[in-house]
């Protein structure tokens, strides 16, 4: 069974540990400005909104790409960036209809969530499980890809 | 069965791959006229600039790639096809049965009309052999003229720019990519490139080209002014390239008429990518794209259709491109110059070169536009083919366009609570 980050806003403080977290594993600095998982702020209502890339099946960035540069890992299911492969080219960026592939400009290259190849550090750094790393089939995200499917550029199949 | 891709560049390398996923017994065969493995033409700028070598260009990086899937890549360019008896015919005489064809040819670049145009030293930047020329004359100081601030011209012009050659854009609409940008984004884009030292010249033409002595081109401008380059590169639009497939009674229009379920006139037959004029998201419209998530796209619905019978509609490509000019990212996705009876909100910042603008209809997002933004960029596309509904949250963007990510979150992701 392949496990994925199950998100519950609801015990979201804020508090942005996930960002570091992310951050310093990935980049080697913390620097939140760096973090694949972004908390956004809904300051009307007060609540707080970790997200990232839901590994989703259709996998758009992957099939955008024109050199091959993003593949799924055989062991999470997740969707990595080859970093020595990719050409900066962006079109993945704008395939991806959640937003969850980005531009670093100072690499030339763009980054994203790959679970940290197992253990994904936004869940170990999480104080109140807002961020889980669970089985698949029990997350939230099925919502989310249900949305995903609403984006296809097919019906029927 | 007997599936024939002719094409080898993204459209028929992913139609391929499909065809053997839906089919794993079936006979393939992949032909495409260009001599390398099968590339990506987007890569090319990325090799001008020696990011990655030729071999960065290819489409699948394994050379057993083919062989695995069991694909015969035979390197031939299609002359004509036998609809009648399903055959088609390669440059080399040989004649190849088929089932169902796939017309994945792609487009090539048109040669604008101006006297010495065919001269040494001017070149289209759309094959890996046109960027091997391009490479050797495109030396640091060198002086370059580039015809053309579209799309495909604004991507090598921050090849060569990279490449710390003297350089000259000339473009005849009045601003840079004006299919892809308006008035106000598409001049930010254009003193960004002009303060990185880049001299764009808009709505002039380039009037002609003289061969003078010593090996230099002088190109002679519409507003009286005159060039000497060494290199001159066309970057003027691209054509599909159907004339094969019109010879064999293929209907054809801006490119090769298509159905919803990407067949062509004949039945046996299908077509992708930049020589298909295949279904617009937005307008419903049947227009060619020419851009690699929609070659990729109609590729995999194609694919299925020849060999599952036609159970995958098509309903349609949101257009959509982003652009690197010298560090100031831009993009365009859907209805970015807005609809009839819509509304829109547009955000400026000429001194940071930031941009976005929106594009309602009702209380869906249809379009967008933006300058400076890398970041989460792409749910502008999964809000417009999504077609979500914004309700309240579209009065905050028209106040704040910038929200956009919050107004994405709270209304495509209900279990995030905030709607
Ligand atoms: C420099 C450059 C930069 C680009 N950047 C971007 C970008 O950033 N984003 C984007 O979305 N798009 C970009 N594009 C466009 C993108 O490359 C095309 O949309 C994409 O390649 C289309 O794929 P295709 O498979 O339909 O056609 P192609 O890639 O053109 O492949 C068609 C293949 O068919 C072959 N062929 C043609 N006629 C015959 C024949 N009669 N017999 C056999 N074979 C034949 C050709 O040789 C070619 O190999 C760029 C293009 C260029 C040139
Ligand atoms: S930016 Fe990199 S990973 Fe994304 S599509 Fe381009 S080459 Fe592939």
């Known amino acids: ?157 | 069965m007997i599936y024939v891709v002719v094409g080898s560049g993204p459209a028929g390398v992913v139609a391929t791959e499909q065809l053997r996923k839906l089919d794993p017994l079936a006979n393939i065969t992949l032909i495409g006229a260009e001599p390398e493995p099968p590339y990506s033409r987007m890569a090319i700028p990325y090799y001008l600039t020696s990011k990655i070598d030729e071999s960065g260009t290819y489409l699948r990086k394994q050379a057993s790639h083919f062989e695995n899937y069991k694909v015969d890549v035979v390197r031939q360019r299609v002359t004509s096809i036998d609809t009648e008896l399903n055959r088609l015919i390669t440059d080399d005489g040989q004649v190849r049965r088929y089932d169902k064809l796939l017309i994945a040819t792609g487009a090539s670049p048109v040669v604008p009309p101006v006297p010495g145009i065919d001269s040494p030293g001017v070149h289209n930047c759309w094959t890996l052999a046109d960027a091997r020329e391009i490479v050797k004359l495109a030396k640091p100081g060198a002086s370059v003229v580039l015809m053309g601030a579209g799309f495909i011209g604004c991507i090598i012009l921050e090849s060569l720019a990279l490449r710390e050659v003297n350089l000259t854009v000339v473009e005849m609409e009045n601003r840079m990519v004006p299919r892809m940008m308006n008035d106000v984004s598409g001049n930010m884009i254009k003193s960004w490139c002009e303060q990185k030292g880049v001299d764009v010249h808009t709505s002039t033409r380039a009037d002609s080209i003289e061969q003078l002595s010593g090996g230099k081109l002088r190109v002679s401008l519409s507003t009286g002014q005159s060039i000497d380059a060494d290199l001159v590169i066309s970057a003027t639009g691209v054509a599909p390239n159907m004339d094969f497939a019109a010879d064999s009674g293929l209907q054809i229009d801006q490119g090769i008429v298509v159905n919803d379920y990407l067949q062509t006139s004949d039945a046996d037959i299908y077509a992708a990518g930049d020589v298909c004029q295949g279904k617009d998201f937005n307008t419903g419209e049947y227009a060619v794209q020419a851009i690699q998530p929609t070659a990729v796209e109609h590729a995999k619905v194609a694919a299925t259709n020849m060999v599952r019978g036609h159970r995958t509609e098509h309903v349609g490509n949101v257009n959509m491109n982003v652009l690197d000019t010298l560090g100031l990212v831009s993009a365009s996705f859907g209805m970015w110059m807005g609809v009839p009876g819509g509304d829109s909100t547009e955000l400026v910042n000429e001194d940071e070169h930031k941009y976005l603008s929106l594009q309602f209809q009702d209380d869906i997002l249809v379009g967008a536009s933006s300058l400076g933004l890398t970041q989460h960029v792409g749910v502008l596309r999964g809000l417009i083919q999504s077609k979500t509904r914004l309700g309240a949250w579209k009065e905050k963007l028209m106040k704040d366009p910038m929200r956009i990510m919050e107004a994405y979150l709270a209304c495509s992701q209900s279990q995030v609570g905030v709607a």
């Open chain 1, 1 to 157: 069974m392949q496990k994925s980050l199950n998100i519950d806003p609801a015990k979201c403080t804020g508090c942005l540990q996930c960002e570091m977290a992310c951050s310093l594993e990935n980049e080697g600095i913390f620097n939140t400005s760096k973090s694949r998982i972004k908390v956004f702020t809904f300051h009307e209502e007060g609540k707080f909104v970790p997200y990232t890339c839901t590994q989703c099946d259709e996998a758009w960035c992957m099939h955008a790409c024109p050199v091959d540069a993003i593949v799924v890992n055989a062991a999470t299911g997740s969707k990595d960036v080859v970093a020595d492969l990719c050409v900066g080219c962006k079109v993945c960026t704008i395939a991806c209809p959640f937003g969850t592939v980005n531009y670093n400009a100072d690499s030339g290259k763009v980054v994203k969530c790959d679970l940290c190849g197992g253990d994904p550090q936004c869940v170990a750094a999480c104080p109140t499980d807002a961020i889980t790393y669970v089985d698949a089939n029990a997350t939230g995200l099925d919502k989310m890809r249900q949305w995903a499917g609403k984006t296809d550029t097919t019906v029927g199949g």
